[in-house]
């Protein structure tokens, strides 16, 4: 097999390079093997640069991030000032952040901008973006000057926008060129970004005119003129709009990359599909989280910062189980008199719980991935209902047979019975119109949602299953 | 602008070739316009065949299938059978199982033998996968030979295996041509892909020698010779690796592309990225609808189907929370005598499920985005402990104030305080502990961890609750 040895290729690509490493690094499990990282370790201790040069510098950038992650927080900063010049910076964008800064913050800023020279520009914006502006702009500074305006126009468009991913290096031809002309401009010049799938064609004012794919220009004759064969650019991003919608267009169209303009329609940049994945995956992620009341949290944050991270939810939760606790003290007489009450009544609320974060979850990811709209809303509602019926009425009469025999007492298994079933459809209800209202007045329904709900079927149930308890024995 | 007119790639993406739409069909809140589906509505009701090849027919696929869902159920097979042959049927890759099937069912196999014919053999597999053994064998039986052969291989492969998902389209050369050869050949040849990013380079025998990319091509001589370009495809997929193995090696390496291999490491398909993004997409999914208690719904599922669905979840819970009861029964003297320990028992249980909840989100995510393993597992157990220790405190003692006032008695305050501490730390070692005992014996920890959580959480909360006050006031 033969390899593309000393080329340019091979420091685009070092990965691909290197095959027999990939394997070698990760456990069947997928994390980084035991044995790997003892011997990196012993190399870090003993300063062994040549081992670190041969088995570690060229590592996939997404290998040496789950490396830095894997190995002891002691050894992280040596293990990069060990290789210098060797350790590539893109690693930085695969690790936490925590990680991130602490590693650039302890290189020394000429090193950071001769990486940051060689990086793709979204590569750079992503370190950049976390340096405090001083570093920032002694290492901007060391820029060249065409680098450095296009680190600054990306650092310019605001946090989570298509623009502050872009990356700014593209290939761009006029309308008049033939294919033949452009395919040698591609072999002449040496300014050309890493890789790319399509050229893109301008007029004077680097306004978007159309794209062509490369497979297109393959497919073309030389002496075809490039505005015959290229397409309108029908999704091009506006550079202002936000990642997680430029990532909905990727999605629905099964782009590769789209090009980015500015206000004036002007080309600025280009997003690419890889960097799109990151943030479906983010987005996907983020709902998971806020449905279980977690933040933005890493898993290298510290006990400090996980615990502030994590206290306003139990504070909000305490508030919303206190007030269903005050509907128990409603009771109290009741529960003096038949304490089988007490006993069976987290079963009712409980139940309630499951059954509203059931509809809840469906909801939440249905309205994230567009999929419930004014369209469905009605029916989906409907259906919700009616599976809360018929659930309630299984766990009701199940839990109501149980609950007779327990406690020799008919009675109880049909007040519980009833309670369940009035909780279930409760519950099934506040699934689904909660999301649905909180996102209409434009709230995350993923962040508030559960409480809501919780709310909604403690106090229900509660009140349903002593309510009843209390009206039925008052007249029996 | 030029728009490339009548040429073969106007089939392949009318989207682009129809920008205008695009904005028409949706409105801000990215559902479709309902004018539009009004308009559609009656088209379909007056049999306006001609509204309909205008506005619809030439929807991208993803539009026609947002259409699909939203219209009323009564209107989709009119909709499908008055576009004919004009209707495509990638959108079907688009929408529920359920309409999908619903669909399908109501073509005519000629139909579709003739759309399938057209179609990439991803696409096509994805319809074919879902008829029952006689239809597909009967539409099979209408295509052409090479196609036919192609499509049973993919079928041939396990469900959500890579060979099962591939494209068996590819532009494969001998590695001793010369990329001017190669150009030549690709502006000839009519039967290549639609659309592709990379030439794959094999031998004789179809094994798998390297990999071009296409702005690798373009910037290479025309007489230097394939071989001396293309570079070792270190990540080539086996066919029989599951679909979320491949997304992950796509998403670690960045790949827009990978060559598919069999058992002897012939060149059999390749997987693209758009393909990967809805494993991945699903993937995260998955572990939200899991850890919501809910299975493999889709919105478009019955009240039937939707209930069964979820109903073995609450039967498991209505156990645990049994369970939980029966804990409370053996203090049900100690009830009698205080109820405000009924009153305040269910925020004890209640605010341990929350802790519980967060800890283990976070597990199960960490699990699945493989950021926790055998390295790190460890500290992060001891993080949450500390995080469980501190926000007992802080929650411990805010409750323990609040009810010590509310029921005049401090006892009851340091009671409550007490429990609040050892089920917040319960719940957070349950968080963390449960999810990974449950990775490491092999089951899938998004599925069964809450359940075994909150009943943890729920009867540490009632028996460390109660049983702590039956014993303060017994000595007391």
């Known amino acids: 097999m033969t390899?593309?040895?000393?080329?340019?290729?091979?420091?685009?690509?070092?990965?691909?390079?290197?095959?027999?490493?990939?394997?070698?690094i990760y456990a069947p499990d997928g994390s980084v093997r035991s044995d790997f990282l003892m011997q990196v370790g012993a190399a870090v201790a003993d300063r062994d640069i040549l081992f670190l040069r041969r088995h570690v510098a060229h590592l996939h950038e997404s290998e040496m991030g789950d490396l830095l992650e894997a190995i002891q927080p002691d050894q992280r900063r040596a293990l990069v000032s060990l290789l210098g010049a060797d350790f590539d910076l893109a690693a930085l964008t695969e690790v936490d952040e925590a990680i991130r800064l602490d590693i650039v913050e302890h290189l020394p800023n000429e090193q950071i901008a001769a990486?940051?020279?060689?990086?793709?520009?979204?590569?750079?914006?992503?370190?950049?973006?976390?340096?405090?502006?001083e570093d920032r702009e002694e290492i901007l500074a060391k820029l060249p000057f065409t680098e450095r305006v296009r680190l600054r126009r990306s650092l310019g468009y605001p946090e989570s926008t298509a623009g502050r991913r872009m990356r700014s290096e593209f290939v761009a031809v006029p309308p008049f060129w033939t294919i033949g002309q452009t395919i040698d401009?591609?072999?002449?010049?040496?300014?050309?970004?890493?890789?790319?799938?399509?050229?893109?064609?301008?007029?004077?004012?680097?306004?978007l005119l159309g794209v062509v794919?490369?497979?297109?220009?393959?497919?073309?004759?030389?002496?075809?003129?490039?505005?015959?064969?290229?397409?309108?650019?029908?999704?091009?991003?506006?550079?202002?709009?936000?990642?997680?919608?430029?990532?909905?267009?990727?999605?629905q169209y099964d782009l590769l990359s789209a090009a980015v303009v500015d206000e004036n329609g002007r080309l600025v940049?280009?997003?690419?599909?890889?960097?799109?994945?990151?943030?479906?995956?983010?987005?996907?992620?983020?709902?998971l989280m806020r449905l279980g009341g977690v933040g933005d949290e890493e898993l290298s944050d510290t006990v400090l910062e996980t615990s502030r991270s994590r206290v306003p939810w139990l504070l909000v939760n305490l508030f919303t189980a206190s007030l269903a606790a005050s509907v128990i003290s409603l009771f109290e007489a009741t529960i003096e008199e038949i304490v089988a009450l007490a006993i069976l009544m987290p079963i009712v609320a409980g139940m309630g719980g499951n059954a509203g974060s059931q509809t809840m979850t469906v909801t939440v990811r249905a309205l994230a991935t567009r999929n419930l709209d004014i369209h469905n809303a009605w029916r989906?509602?409907?259906?919700?209902?009616?599976?809360?019926?018929?659930?309630?009425?299984?766990?009701?009469?199940?839990?109501?047979?149980?609950?007779?025999?327990?406690?020799?007492?008919?009675?109880?298994?049909?007040?519980?019975a009833t309670a369940m079933l009035?909780?279930?459809?409760?519950?099934?209800?506040?699934?689904i119109l909660i999301p649905l209202v909180l996102d209409k007045v434009g709230a995350d329904p993923a962040v508030s949602s559960a409480v809501f709900v919780t709310a909604v079927t403690d106090t229900t149930g509660f009140f349903s299953?002593?309510?009843?308890?209390?009206?039925?024995?008052?007249?029996?």
Chains 1, 2 share one sequence.
């Open 185 to 207: 401009y591609m072999r002449e010049d040496d300014d050309l970004p890493e890789s790319f799938t399509e050229i893109f064609v301008i007029d004077p004012t680097f306004r």
């Open 422 to 431: 009035i909780n279930m459809m409760a519950a099934a209800l506040a699934g």
């Open 380 to 416: 989906v509602v409907r259906r919700e209902a009616g599976v809360g019926l018929l659930n309630g009425m299984l766990c009701g009469t199940l839990i109501g047979c149980v609950a007779g025999l327990w406690f020799q007492d008919p009675n109880i298994g049909g007040i519980i």
């Open 465 to 476: 299953f002593l309510g009843l308890a209390t009206w039925w024995f008052s007249i029996g």
């Open 269 to 287: 940049g280009v997003l690419t599909i890889d960097d799109m994945v990151d943030v479906i995956q983010e987005e996907a992620e983020e709902d």
């Open 213 to 251: 794919e490369l497979d297109r220009v393959l497919r073309s004759k030389r002496d075809v003129k490039v505005e015959t064969v290229m397409r309108q650019t029908s999704h091009p991003i506006p550079a202002l709009m936000d990642q997680e919608e430029a990532a909905q267009v990727f999605e």
């Open 3 to 24: 390899d593309t040895g000393e080329d340019d290729r091979e420091r685009a690509r070092p990965a691909e390079a290197h095959a027999a490493d990939v394997d070698d």
């Open 115 to 133: 990486a940051i020279g060689e990086m793709d520009s979204d590569d750079a914006v992503y370190i950049l973006e976390d340096l405090d502006q």
